[in-house]
């Protein structure tokens, strides 16, 4: 009997975590406009790669896991990527107005993109407050399912894959920062 009342209370906290699951994503999709439209929310959180990436100017190593706990706009991108330097700066907004313990915008350079290269980016661009990380082989980029640039995914506290959309957006519209909002809110039980 003691056995059945746990599998009671198991199955339906499992089916209000999916409710709250489909909630949070009704809630998400209802807030794309303009070129958000195009931002795809999963059903389900994807499990992400853990291949490394090289951080910035100091040649150390990181892996997406090493940002669980906040909600992360991760961005792949390149020097030569058009659609990139018109919305890095956007994106640049968004850390800049969300940044901190609860948000993180992570952005990392896939491919053959030189060290000098990403500053000369950077800085004709006015980007002093995001990371210049490299995937140079794009072991994280491949296994990621990146298939061209840009790419922008959204993490999860626990470092799973909620949405992502190719190509550029304009990342500091309403929309983009009603749906980071919404994100670091749901994640935090607000």
């Excluded at 056995?3 to 089916?15: F, N, Q, T």
């Excluded at 409710?19 to 499990?47: C, G, M, N, T, W």
């Excluded at 004709?124 to 490299?134: A, F, S, V, W």
């Amino acid at each position: 009997m003691r056995l059945l009342r746990h599998l009671s209370l198991y199955i339906a906290l499992g089916l209000g975590a999916n409710a709250a699951l489909a909630a949070d994503v009704a809630e998400l999709e209802a807030l794309r406009a303009d070129s958000l439209k195009r931002l795809v929310v999963h059903a389900q959180p994807r499990e992400v790669s853990q291949a490394e990436f090289f951080l910035e100017d100091d040649g150390g190593k990181a892996s997406l896991q090493d940002y669980q706990g906040k909600v992360v706009l991760l961005n792949f991108w390149a020097t030569w990527c058009a659609p990139c330097r018109k919305e890095m700066p956007q994106i640049a907004e968004l850390q800049q107005e969300f940044g901190g313990e609860d948000f993180e915008v992570l952005t990392i350079a896939a491919g053959r993109n030189s060290p000098a290269g990403i500053v000369k980016f950077f800085e004709e661009n006015g980007i002093t407050n995001l990371p210049r990380h490299q995937d140079p082989k794009q072991a994280l980029a491949r296994e990621m399912a990146v298939i061209g640039l840009p790419i922008t995914v959204l993490l999860n506290r626990e470092g799973e894959e909620v949405a992502r959309l190719l190509g550029d957006a304009e990342w500091n519209s309403d929309s983009a920062k009603a749906i980071i909002a919404a994100m670091i809110d749901s994640e935090t039980g607000s």
